[in-house]
């Protein structure tokens, strides 16, 4: 017993603990996304590829407006001028000011991945929702085709469709790269999704839900959904990049955005000429945003995972 | 008795993103030769990072060693450097675990892991040490051990391969043996197996035991001492007599009496412990068993009682055991 | 003799797991549940207690078999009149980690069943109705708008006895609703249970593997071997005088928390484990580890018999042994 206590025999008498609720919860309530968002936050990594995709995309939108110069303009007597004050990032073989450019590019780049990554999404959810509910039978030939599908190279289909669809002036428009690369880049989300939702159909809940008499759209909706919806946003977030990549290597490899738009891909095979000639800027210069850009938005997607990870919880 | 264990102080906590987690916070007890010691408590209690702590196999970070020593045959094992921690692992102290495939390869035939121990600890040449695998098996009764050395862990059942580990855990003629949970996955019929088996190897190998579990029916059936722990202190220990025919202390009166028995009157009223033990986030600053203690007086609230002997062997941590205690109604103990 | 609530008849759920193999999980089992009471149903893990509990509320579609409520045999209902019997039949499950939505509020959850009927038309009365039945549970309004995982064990069980509650059904399937608890709080859990049998008329099924629990709570129990049913009587009758020789290894497993008792009992050892329930073969199916087994036991599957009034069991040798 301690000794340095001073007992008092009031301190022996029953204790009141009326105010004592036994399932008082202390600890405060946290809505499920706040909680992502708490722990996302603090993922430094993660939240530089947050700021840094919110900074690309408003520069993509003002940054085109800043140097008061247009991406079309040509200026012949500034012919390859290297960065200075008057052109930020310099300015192309046809004297076009890069800042605008590159910006200009980013735009596009970015609009392809997330319109790419949208329409994946849409294709993945529905298509790997129907096999997840579907009978055996009608799942495994979903499946099936689905891999059939996926074993296409999306290059040979690019080069097939930009031969068939081809503009005057070579190159492809957007909306045949982005045909070319939802053609088969949904089917990893397809896969995503019909796994998740086949898990989610067996788990306890479901069958909870069963029991209490809901209908098979009911349990979609309400748990199997719901509860897919983390690493789907996982997936959206690493298929951005992934398209955007594409994209880049498509134009870097002259199947890419026909002129005079841009994208950083196009912009880079514009500028391998240069890296011969002394002006390596011209190619530099959109390398890094390519990279910029998959460093951002890969990093998001693995801070997004480990904060929607049940395990990591608390 | 000869002690072959003794733990003293241990306080064990555990770094997290919110603070430091008190999962073991200052216990003692010992092991003598040959002796079975319980450790019982719920889930969240520290039974087995008492356990892990005794094999060093917490993580660290994020846990650590916050005060205590354990002696194994009188030496420290906390100031023993992982090579030292490895090779009394693997020769002097055993562990068996709930989940049998956490210590089995799935992907190696039953036969070829236990001789490859074998190999390791006895120098056997391969030959030998197959005949020593199949006498092993036959010892932990798997039936036609010949024929079941050669095949994988898949193919055994829950409790042939609760035997195989078994068998892997006896390899190295262990001093020790912690069995964490070693039948709460299996089937009654099944339990009994097992336990009926670890009795007659610990007679046979003249090994001591410490056996977690949350199952006093398992504690009577086996165990010569018993240490219950609650919210990461011990509350009460002694002989496993003392602690079912004495209790002293009320969270084991509780849990005794909470807990339905076949030679129960069925209308006899299941005693509840109302409520969840504490948050060891914030550790109380009394008695952990406070808020749902019908005994608990004002003292314990923010007062730690100390531990309080019966006999030479029995203790409990509770303030009804003060003289001053007496005097008041509600205190019979 | 008092009309059974639910009269069960050679209900048999059989499983397609492969080539030629045919898991029969539960094969051919009859019993009557009767109003108020708690039926338990034991045995060990894969003797298929849990899918008979599954199917006689028709999650799992029967293989065969008849289910009774009400004078219909609820596997011929369509779908509109299934609704009607999924009102009156629920179902607490063993996990209640995994059987709570960790997506949705406490609120939503126990409105789930009231939202799936349409019961209220507004939302302030079904919330209402949430708080009534929490309180009913020992939670109170606060938690309505907390997560599962926020929740302990024995309080997420309560909510989903809450969810349960909450269409006032008459019976409810209770799948090893206590297993996943620790030992002070499985009282709990029983306690609630009797107390709102007591206060709500209901009935319960009771599935567990932990006899002793089984014994407090039910009033008749069987037990299931294998897909079989092995012997049925009321509860002090089947623990006092057990028939078949499967329940009396079976109590004598269970270890009793009192040395003293342990030390002196007696006991049978099962030999070996429960065998595989894939194509098994026509007789008793607990000859292999029987040790009365005579050549009988291996080719005739003995009858489930009245022995005594309301003991029934299955065994050649009842008499002998």
């Not at chain 1, 788990?203 to 209490?212: D, I, T």
């Not at chain 1, 002394?278 to 210069?285: D, P, R």
């Not at chain 2, 969840?276 to 314990?300: E, N, S, V």
């Not at chain 3, 087994?293 to 009858?303: L, Y």
Request: aromatic content about 8%; some cysteine.
């Amino acid at each position: 017993m301690k000794a340095d206590l001073d007992f008092r025999p009031e301190m022996f008498e029953v204790a009141d603990k009326t105010d004592l609720n036994v399932d008082k919860i202390r600890r405060p309530s946290i809505k499920f996304w706040p909680d992502v968002w708490r722990r996302l936050k603090m993922n430094k990594l993660a939240m530089l590829g947050l700021t840094l995709i919110i900074a690309m995309i408003v520069m993509a939108f003002i940054g085109v407006k800043l140097s008061g110069y247009t991406y079309f303009e040509q200026n012949l007597k500034l012919r390859n001028t290297h960065p200075n004050m008057e052109f930020w990032f310099g300015t192309d073989e046809l004297g076009r000011d890069m800042f605008t450019r590159v910006w200009y590019g980013a735009r596009y780049s970015l609009a392809i991945g997330v319109i790419a990554a949208f329409i994946d999404f849409v294709i993945g959810i529905t298509y790997g929702g129907i096999a997840g509910i579907s009978s055996r039978r009608v799942d495994a030939i979903m499946m099936r085709v689905a891999e059939v599908i996926y074993s296409i190279p999306y290059l040979l289909i690019v080069i097939l469709l930009s031969v068939v669809l081809t503009q005057e002036g070579g190159g492809s428009s957007m909306f045949v790269l982005i045909l070319a690369m939802s053609l088969t880049g949904w089917v990893p989300m397809a896969i995503l999704v019909r796994g998740q939702v086949l898990q989610l159909k067996e788990s306890e809940y479901s069958l909870a839900s069963e029991s209490l008499g809901a209908t098979k759209s009911w349990i979609l909706k309400k748990h199997i959904f719901p509860n897919t919806l983390g690493p789907i946003l996982v997936n959206v977030t690493l298929t951005i990049p992934r398209a955007i990549f594409a994209e880049a290597t498509l134009g870097f490899l002259g199947l890419g955005l026909q002129a005079p738009m841009s994208s950083l891909g196009t912009l880079a095979n514009d500028g391998l000429a240069g890296l011969a000639v002394g002006n390596a800027y011209q190619i530099i210069i959109p390398a890094i945003f390519i990279s910029l850009i998959m460093f951002s938005f890969n990093v998001l997607g693995d801070g997004l995972r480990d904060a929607l990870d049940p395990r990591l919880r608390k | 008795m000869e002690k072959i264990l003794e733990v003293k102080d241990l306080a064990v906590s555990f770094k997290t993103f919110f603070g430091e987690v008190e999962a073991v916070r200052g216990i003692s007890f010992e092991v003598g030769k040959k002796e079975t010691v319980a450790i019982v408590g719920e889930s969240g209690c520290g039974k087995s990072v008492t356990a892990n702590s005794i094999m060093q196999l917490l993580p660290m970070p994020p846990a650590f060693f916050k005060n205590g020593e354990i002696l194994f045959n009188g030496e420290n094992l906390l100031s023993k450097s992982e090579k030292e921690m490895q090779n009394i692992r693997g020769n002097h102290i055993a562990m068996i675990f709930q989940d049998p495939m956490t210590s089995l390869n799935p992907t190696m035939k039953v036969g070829k892991q236990i001789v490859e121990g074998l190999i390791k600890h006895h120098g056997l040449k391969h030959h030998d040490a197959k005949k020593k695998a199949i006498e092993m098996l036959d010892l932990v009764a798997v039936p036609q051990p010949e024929k079941r050395i050669e095949q994988y862990p898949h193919e055994f059942s829950g409790g042939m391969r609760q035997r195989v580990m078994i068998a892997l855990a006896m390899i190295s003629d262990p001093q020790l043996l912690i069995a964490d949970e070693p039948t709460t996955a299996l089937d009654v019929t099944v339990q009994a197996q097992i336990l009926d088996l670890m009795k007659s190897l610990q007679e046979r190998l003249d090994m001591s035991i410490i056996l977690i579990t949350h199952d006093l029916g398992v504690v009577a059936d086996t165990s010569d001492k018993v240490v219950v722990m609650y919210a990461g202190q011990i509350v009460e220990q002694g002989l496993t007599d003392e602690i079912f025919k004495e209790t002293a202390h009320p969270y084991t009166q509780k849990l005794l009496a909470s807990v339905p028995r076949l030679d129960m009157n069925r209308d006899e009223a299941l005693l509840s412990i109302e409520g969840t033990p504490p948050d060891l986030y914030i550790p109380p600053k009394g008695c952990a068993f406070y808020d749902r203690c019908d005994k608990a007086m004002k003292i314990c609230k923010d007062n730690m009682p100390g531990f309080t002997e019966h006999s030479a062997t029995h203790a409990s941590r509770c303030w009804l055991n003060h003289p001053m205690a007496k005097t008041n109604e509600g205190s019979g103990i | 003799m008092q009309e059974p609530l639910i009269s069960v008849k050679n209900l048999k759920k059989h499983f397609d797991v492969g080539k030629d193999a045919v898991l029969k999980a539960v094969d051919g089992i009859s019993f009557d549940i009767y109003p108020g009471e708690t039926f338990g149903l034991v045995g060990e893990s894969g003797c298929g207690k849990s899918t008979a509990g599954r199917t006689l509320i028709r999650l799992y579609d029967p293989t065969d078999g008849e289910v009774i409520f009400n004078g219909k045999n609820i596997f011929t209902l369509s779908r509109n009149q299934m609704s009607e019997v999924r009102r009156n039949f629920q179902m607490i499950f063993q996990d209640p980690y995994a059987s709570l939505n960790p997506r949705m509020t406490v609120l939503d959850i126990i409105s789930e069943p009231l939202e799936i009927h349409q019961i209220y038309k507004s939302k302030k009365e079904m919330k209402a109705r949430v708080i009534e039945l929490l309180e009913l549970v020992g939670l109170n309004d606060e938690h309505a708008m907390r997560f599962p995982h926020e929740f302990s064990g024995g309080q997420r069980q309560r909510i989903g006895i809450a969810r349960a509650l909450a269409l006032n059904p008459k019976f409810i399937v209770c799948d090893e609703p206590i297993s996943a608890l620790d030992v002070s709080i499985q009282a709990q859990v029983v306690n609630l249970l009797k107390d709102l049998q007591e206060k709500l008329g209901l009935t319960y099924m009771f599935i567990a593997h932990d006899l002793s629990m089984v014994r407090y709570i039910s009033d008749r129990v069987g037990v299931m071997y294998l897909g079989h049913m092995m012997e049925l009587a009321e509860s002090e009758e089947l623990y006092d005088n057990p028939l078949h020789p499967y329940t009396k290894a079976l109590l004598s497993a269970i270890p009793i928390p009192n040395p003293d008792i342990q030390r002196s009992r007696q006991r049978i050892i099962l030999e070996g484990d429960v065998p595989s329930p894939i194509n098994p073969k026509e007789g008793c199916r607990f000859v292999d580890r029987c040790s009365y087994a005579i050549d009988k036991c291996r080719n005739v599957t003995p009858e489930f018999e009245e022995v005594r009034p309301g003991h029934f069991a299955a065994c050649h040798r009842i008499g002998e042994i």
